[in-house]
């Protein structure tokens, strides 16, 4: 069965710095990926995904993620911190009914 | 354009009561799925429809029930509710291709006392 794993509960960077976040995932087949934002109070959106193609996909507020399918991760990364970014990130795999969620990384962004 | 609406944000129950979250999406999807969210654990899936009078079980499908009676609707039944049901409740919906993201709505916080 497939599932997903965020190693880091929590991440504290610094405004500008830049970020990585985790995600290792086990899939029987080719992986459909997906890094979704929370937002305190809100309902999680969509940052990017993956399903073929280029191995490093371009999402929303200036996020990319990079597939590696040996290392079986699909890591977030940002180049410059904003405070605005501060929220839970959460890593999925799979699709419709069968779609596994990730715990969830909590991002602090000092000033 | 309001996506997925749910209702209400906040509800406190005593052991042993029922309530309906009610769950609307106006984007005409095909499916839509309620999970539920706790702390330190992702989003696991309770039920799911793929069209108006269908729907199937989830992950952690005990306790609750569903019903479709509409493409926009989908609410979700807590029958007898119990303390391990106190979560955050998300409601969600597809056009349905395999690789389309989930539009969420804000969530429903439950408490179970």
């Known amino acids: 069965a497939q599932s997903v794993t965020q190693p880091d509960i929590h991440i504290t960077v610094s405004e500008g710095a830049s970020l990585e976040l985790r995600c290792n995932y086990s899939?029987?087949?080719?992986?459909?990926l997906f890094w979704y934002v929370q937002s305190p109070g809100q309902g999680l959106q969509l940052l990017l995904k993956?399903?073929?193609?280029?191995?490093l996909v371009q999402g929303i507020k200036g996020f990319e993620a990079e597939f590696k399918r040996s290392q079986s991760s699909f890591n977030l990364r940002k180049p410059s911190v904003h405070w605005s970014d501060a929220a839970e990130y959460f890593c999925?795999?799979?699709?419709?009914?069968?779609?596994?969620f990730g715990a969830g990384t909590r991002l602090t962004v000092k000033p | 354009n309001a996506g997925v609406t749910q209702t209400p944000k906040f509800r406190i129950l005593k052991i042993g009561q029922s309530m309906t979250l009610q769950c609307t999406q106006d984007m005409n999807h095909n499916y839509m799925y309620w999970y539920r969210q706790d702390p330190g654990m992702g989003l696991k899936l309770i039920y799911y429809?793929?069209?108006?009078?269908?729907?199937d079980k989830g992950e952690v499908p005990n306790g609750y029930n569903v019903s479709r009676s509409t493409t926009e609707d989908f609410p979700l039944r807590l029958e007898l509710a119990a303390p391990s049901q106190t979560s955050v409740y998300f409601c969600?919906?597809?056009?349905?291709?395999?690789?389309?993201?989930?539009?969420f709505g804000s969530g429903t916080q439950l408490s179970v006392l």
């Open positions: 899939y029987g087949a080719t992986p459909y």
């Open positions: 429809s793929v069209g108006a009078g269908i729907t």
């Open positions: 993956y399903f073929s193609g280029d191995t």
């Open positions: 969600a919906s597809s056009y349905g291709s395999s690789n389309e993201k989930l539009f």
């Open positions: 999925a795999v799979g699709a419709r009914d069968d779609m596994r």
